[in-house]
């Protein structure tokens, strides 16, 4: 499989669904294969590019404003960006797919919210349960379930290496990626 043209992967869901790890496999696979591809995390993105905002309504929407707008730039430049971000509105998920345009992929990365406390290594959840943390996705702040995303990620029903191969398999039904590479063939999750 050879890039073709560029796509902004953007993926959704609560904290501890599986979005960082998901995207980091596929970076990986892309990358070995020699494809142009990064991943940028929410988490990662939150100590540099926007350190600036907090996390109010208007902060989030600005952050995320933000993150389409350099996905859309390595889109354009042919990789493929993987955007591992909460997003918990619809709005902002809706904003971010007409910054991008031709191209945007939305993959809700689901797992109950127990799977997601369960994965909380850093301790958020119990924080946000104690009131320590205000407005906390899935806690104390709203989640607002994709509707009709491009494709669903059940992360606690599916190994990595299965969801990345859906993912790899969106990608070339799109026509960002070709069949021959040294990606291997995809296999289709059962």
Same mark, same amino acid.
């Given at each position: 499989?050879?890039?073709?043209?560029?796509?902004?992967?953007?993926?959704?869901?609560?904290?501890?669904?599986?979005?960082?790890?998901? +995207?980091?496999?596929?970076?990986?696979?892309?990358?070995?294969?020699?494809?142009?591809? @990064? !991943?940028? %995390? =929410?988490? &990662?993105?939150?100590?540099?590019?926007?350190?600036?905002?907090?996390?109010?309504?208007?902060?989030?929407?600005?952050?995320?404003?933000?993150?389409?707008?350099?996905?859309?730039?390595?889109?354009?430049?042919?990789?493929?960006?993987?955007? +591992?971000?909460?997003?918990?509105?619809?709005?902002?998920?809706?904003?971010?797919?007409? @910054? !991008?345009? %031709? =191209?945007? &992929?939305?993959?809700?990365?689901?797992?109950?919210?127990?799977?997601?406390?369960?994965?909380?290594?850093?301790?958020?959840?119990?924080?946000?349960?104690?009131?320590?943390?205000?407005?906390?996705?899935?806690?104390?702040?709203?989640?607002?379930?994709p509707l009709e995303p491009d494709l669903m990620i059940e992360s606690d029903r599916v190994s990595i290496d299965e969801a990345v191969d859906r993912?790899?398999?969106?990608?070339?039904?799109?026509?960002?990626?070709?069949?021959?590479?040294?990606?291997?063939?995809?296999?289709?999750?059962?």
């Amino acid at each position: 499989m050879s890039t073709t043209r560029g796509a902004v992967i953007w993926m959704t869901g609560l904290s501890g669904a599986g979005k960082s790890t998901l +995207a980091d496999a596929l970076h990986r696979r892309l990358k070995a294969a020699g494809h142009a591809s @990064i !991943v940028l %995390d =929410g988490d &990662v993105l939150r100590r540099g590019l926007t350190a600036d905002l907090g996390f109010t309504p208007e902060d989030r929407a600005e952050n995320l404003r933000r993150v389409a707008h350099v996905a859309a730039l390595f889109m354009q430049q042919g990789f493929v960006a993987m955007a +591992a971000v909460i997003s918990p509105e619809h709005e902002h998920r809706r904003m971010a797919r007409e @910054i !991008v345009g %031709d =191209g945007f &992929v939305e993959v809700f990365v689901n797992a109950p919210l127990t799977v997601c406390e369960a994965r909380d290594v850093k301790g958020l959840y119990a924080r946000a349960r104690r009131g320590e943390i205000p407005n906390f996705t899935g806690i104390s702040g709203p989640y607002d379930v994709p509707l009709e995303p491009d494709l669903m990620i059940e992360s606690d029903r599916v190994s990595i290496d299965e969801a990345v191969d859906r993912l790899l398999v969106h990608l070339v039904a799109m026509g960002c990626l070709t069949r021959e590479s040294g990606l291997g063939r995809p296999r289709l999750a059962k």
